[in-house]
């Protein structure tokens, strides 16, 4: 089906007088609220349930809100659980996974630049929102359930009683109020609950954006066209487009994400130390930064200023929260609890926990259940999972200008974005307490694993900054069975834990082997057979005593070098393993990886190479 822009896909039913009572009410409906309140319902169908959201009528296409991009857990949340499947798979993008261009010669020529990203879509399905149509989309099948959505609905007030909270909010210029057994602040960055009971923190990350949707889209890959070597890269031409792009540069990086409805949506997320916010806050600023540090775009941009669609900007957007989820029925989901930057998109993935754990302590207070040791796992749980992805992006805008540790970054990151927490929630476990108190231990190593590991790259970016040969990153097998991990077949808990433990000891075996590449910046490496622990690694030789590096159980260099073969090719081509992974190695390869994806499995997306509905060919 093609959507037309401007067109109102959605029929929005008559409004109806709130009741005066519900058993829930979601403030906010955008993203977490609408797809909250179809989770609950689905969950327990006789749950009554009021969104209150002060928008009138549907949402606008394309130009309107950030949040377009999805990685596995979101993906995971919106077409399994929230059962938005069809609708994404037949009118949004299916995407190319991620991809990241670090900078290379004034970002002059995109063929010249360092690629990191898949040659072919990734067997787990993830997708590009045009967020208007998703909301709408959302709405309809909110409102199919049962859902009271009442728009033009601003809160004002809300009171935290006994039985009943009470919620005060102006429509059609008269102030209303309701009351509820519990209340899901979903109202975004307006955060309506944290400011009330002042829950906001800082999160020690102070980055601004700034961003427009450009009409009729933009195939960046026509910049390389011309080179037979780049283009072959890929499996088909004309699907880099349909990633989620990173242009990156010294305390920046540039998204860049093509929307079904046509449109491609451009943003810059710049660290103020380096690149100040009055250099990004007006259009036409915007437009000189981007013709200073990233030209090629900038080129494509300004023949077509007519077809920008909008400007919107956000100045330093990331905070934390002291607490989402309380026995006194209130709770807060999605940016209305925390958010940390959207370098890897895990805005989603966040609405998904936050929903998912609140849908299970609501239902199981509505059915007479006792909820507190729920909703103490669950605070700490989202802390600790927000604390994992904060610590991707803490000071490390500075190591987005250097191509040569940012091969070691990104590779890390995109073993772990596919691992622990989220194959245990794309495998829905997160809320069944037996199985997690099994797999707590080892989902928190892999937290701690990354913390330390960004240490180390934080640390390495101050000893060695250079470029890197402008390759396409080779995969090797235990990379691809992070991805792999994520399609296979569970039988039971035991075959899940033992798919965390290989992971877990896959993470450790990495982390050393990194370090043995960045190490060798130290006028004296540690020796290649003595053991290693992982948990410790630092390049501070004065510290590794003291830090425990030679702590046991440890595992050598060269142990952790013979596990993940393949990693020094990230440095040097010569070292990559030929043609993909062997099959069978680490999990064996993706579909798609070293030979074509089976039919149906990892493909090319509906309509067999072309353009999603919408999208100009
Ligand atoms: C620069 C940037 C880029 C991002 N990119 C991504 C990305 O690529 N992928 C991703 O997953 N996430 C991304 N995010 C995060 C993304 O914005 C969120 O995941 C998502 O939009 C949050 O949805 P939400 O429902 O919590 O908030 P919103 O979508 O903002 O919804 C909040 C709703 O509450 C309503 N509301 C507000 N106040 C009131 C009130 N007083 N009364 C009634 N209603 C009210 C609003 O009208 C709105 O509809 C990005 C964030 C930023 C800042």
Same mark, same amino acid.
């Given at each position: 089906m093609s959507i037309e822009r401007g067109q109102s896909i959605v029929e929005f039913a008559?409004?109806?007088?709130?009741?005066?009572?519900?058993?829930?009410?979601?403030?906010?409906?955008?993203?977490?609220?609408?797809?909250l309140a179809?989770?609950?319902?689905?969950?327990?169908?006789?749950?009554? /349930?009021? /969104?209150?959201e002060k928008r009138e009528g549907p949402a606008p296409l394309a130009a309107f809100k950030v949040g377009e991009s999805t990685v596995p857990s979101g993906a995971h949340y919106f077409t399994e659980v929230v059962g938005m499947k069809e609708h994404l798979l037949a009118e949004q993008v299916r995407k190319c996974g991620l991809r990241y261009f670090p900078t290379a010669n004034g970002n002059q020529d995109i063929t010249k630049r360092v690629e990191m990203g898949p040659p072919i879509y990734p067997p787990h399905d993830n997708f590009q929102l045009d967020r208007g149509l998703f909301e709408n989309k959302l709405a309809a099948r909110a409102r199919s359930l049962g859902v009271d959505i009442q728009q033009g609905?601003?809160?004002?007030?809300?009171?935290?009683?006994?039985e009943r909270h009470r919620v005060t909010f102006e429509q059609f210029d008269e102030e209303t109020a309701l009351t509820a057994r519990w209340i899901v602040d979903a109202a975004?960055?307006?955060?309506i609950m944290k400011r009330k009971l002042d829950l906001a923190t800082d999160c020690g990350h102070h980055i601004n954006s700034a961003w427009f949707r450009l009409g009729g889209g933009l195939d960046f890959e026509e910049w390389g066209a011309d080179d037979a070597e780049w283009m072959a890269r890929m499996s088909e031409p004309g699907i880099r487009r349909y990633s989620t792009n990173h242009l990156m540069g010294e305390g920046y990086w540039v998204w860049l994400i093509q929307l079904a409805t046509g449109p491609i949506s451009i943003g810059v997320c710049a660290d103020p130390r380096f690149h100040p916010y009055e250099e990004i806050n007006e259009l036409d600023r915007l437009l000189g930064w981007l013709r200073k540090h990233e030209p090629q775009l900038a080129a494509s941009v300004e023949q077509r200023q007519e077809d920008i669609e909008d400007f919107l900007r956000v100045r330093d957007f990331a905070y934390g929260v002291k607490q989402a989820f309380s026995t006194d029925r209130w709770a807060l989901v999605g940016e209305a609890a925390a958010f940390a930057d959207p370098f890897y998109s895990p805005g989603s993935d966040f609405i998904g926990y936050s929903?998912?754990?609140?849908?299970?302590?609501?239902?199981?207070?509505?059915?007479?259940?006792?909820?507190?040791?729920?909703?103490?796992?669950?605070?700490?749980?989202?802390q600790r999972l927000f604390e994992h992805v904060m610590s991707r992006y803490r000071d490390s805008y500075p190591v987005f200008g250097n191509p040569w540790v940012m091969c070691g970054f990104l590779t890390w990151d995109f073993y772990i974005n596919h691992v622990g927490a989220v194959l245990l929630f794309t495998q829905n476990r997160l809320t069944d307490f037996d199985f997690m108190q099994r797999a707590d231990e080892d989902m928190g190593r892999v937290f701690k694993l990354n913390i330390n590991m960004h240490k180390l790259f934080r640390e390495w970016h101050e000893l060695e900054r250079k470029p890197r040969v402008p390759e396409m990153l080779a995969t090797f097998p235990v990379l691809v069975s992070g991805l792999v991990g994520l399609v296979k077949d569970y039988p039971d808990d035991e075959a899940l834990l033992e798919e965390l433990r290989t992971q877990v000891r896959n993470a450790e075996a990495m982390a050393v082997a990194i370090f043995n590449q960045a190490a060798k910046v130290l006028p004296e490496p540690p020796p290649a057979d003595r053991p290693i622990n992982p948990y410790a690694v630092g390049l501070d030789p004065e510290k590794w005593e003291a830090d425990g590096l030679f702590e046991s159980p440890g595992i050598t260099i060269e142990q952790a070098r013979a596990a993940i073969v393949g990693l020094d090719g990230l440095w040097d081509s010569s070292l990559a393993?030929?043609?993909?992974?062997?099959?069978?190695?680490?999990?064996?390869p993706p579909p798609g990886i070293a030979g074509g994806p089976p039919p149906g499995v990892g493909g090319p997306p509906p309509g067999a190479g072309g353009p999603p509905p919408g999208v100009a060919g």
């Amino acid at each position: 089906m093609s959507i037309e822009r401007g067109q109102s896909i959605v029929e929005f039913a008559a409004v109806r007088p709130p009741q005066e009572h519900y058993d829930v009410a979601i403030l906010g409906g955008g993203l977490a609220g609408l797809t909250l309140a179809i989770q609950l319902k689905q969950t327990r169908p006789q749950t009554s /349930v009021v /969104v209150l959201e002060k928008r009138e009528g549907p949402a606008p296409l394309a130009a309107f809100k950030v949040g377009e991009s999805t990685v596995p857990s979101g993906a995971h949340y919106f077409t399994e659980v929230v059962g938005m499947k069809e609708h994404l798979l037949a009118e949004q993008v299916r995407k190319c996974g991620l991809r990241y261009f670090p900078t290379a010669n004034g970002n002059q020529d995109i063929t010249k630049r360092v690629e990191m990203g898949p040659p072919i879509y990734p067997p787990h399905d993830n997708f590009q929102l045009d967020r208007g149509l998703f909301e709408n989309k959302l709405a309809a099948r909110a409102r199919s359930l049962g859902v009271d959505i009442q728009q033009g609905a601003r809160v004002r007030e809300i009171e935290l009683g006994g039985e009943r909270h009470r919620v005060t909010f102006e429509q059609f210029d008269e102030e209303t109020a309701l009351t509820a057994r519990w209340i899901v602040d979903a109202a975004g960055r307006a955060s309506i609950m944290k400011r009330k009971l002042d829950l906001a923190t800082d999160c020690g990350h102070h980055i601004n954006s700034a961003w427009f949707r450009l009409g009729g889209g933009l195939d960046f890959e026509e910049w390389g066209a011309d080179d037979a070597e780049w283009m072959a890269r890929m499996s088909e031409p004309g699907i880099r487009r349909y990633s989620t792009n990173h242009l990156m540069g010294e305390g920046y990086w540039v998204w860049l994400i093509q929307l079904a409805t046509g449109p491609i949506s451009i943003g810059v997320c710049a660290d103020p130390r380096f690149h100040p916010y009055e250099e990004i806050n007006e259009l036409d600023r915007l437009l000189g930064w981007l013709r200073k540090h990233e030209p090629q775009l900038a080129a494509s941009v300004e023949q077509r200023q007519e077809d920008i669609e909008d400007f919107l900007r956000v100045r330093d957007f990331a905070y934390g929260v002291k607490q989402a989820f309380s026995t006194d029925r209130w709770a807060l989901v999605g940016e209305a609890a925390a958010f940390a930057d959207p370098f890897y998109s895990p805005g989603s993935d966040f609405i998904g926990y936050s929903n998912t754990f609140t849908t299970d302590l609501v239902t199981r207070d509505l059915d007479g259940e006792e909820i507190g040791e729920r909703a103490g796992y669950y605070n700490d749980l989202y802390q600790r999972l927000f604390e994992h992805v904060m610590s991707r992006y803490r000071d490390s805008y500075p190591v987005f200008g250097n191509p040569w540790v940012m091969c070691g970054f990104l590779t890390w990151d995109f073993y772990i974005n596919h691992v622990g927490a989220v194959l245990l929630f794309t495998q829905n476990r997160l809320t069944d307490f037996d199985f997690m108190q099994r797999a707590d231990e080892d989902m928190g190593r892999v937290f701690k694993l990354n913390i330390n590991m960004h240490k180390l790259f934080r640390e390495w970016h101050e000893l060695e900054r250079k470029p890197r040969v402008p390759e396409m990153l080779a995969t090797f097998p235990v990379l691809v069975s992070g991805l792999v991990g994520l399609v296979k077949d569970y039988p039971d808990d035991e075959a899940l834990l033992e798919e965390l433990r290989t992971q877990v000891r896959n993470a450790e075996a990495m982390a050393v082997a990194i370090f043995n590449q960045a190490a060798k910046v130290l006028p004296e490496p540690p020796p290649a057979d003595r053991p290693i622990n992982p948990y410790a690694v630092g390049l501070d030789p004065e510290k590794w005593e003291a830090d425990g590096l030679f702590e046991s159980p440890g595992i050598t260099i060269e142990q952790a070098r013979a596990a993940i073969v393949g990693l020094d090719g990230l440095w040097d081509s010569s070292l990559a393993l030929a043609g993909g992974p062997p099959p069978g190695v680490g999990g064996g390869p993706p579909p798609g990886i070293a030979g074509g994806p089976p039919p149906g499995v990892g493909g090319p997306p509906p309509g067999a190479g072309g353009p999603p509905p919408g999208v100009a060919g």
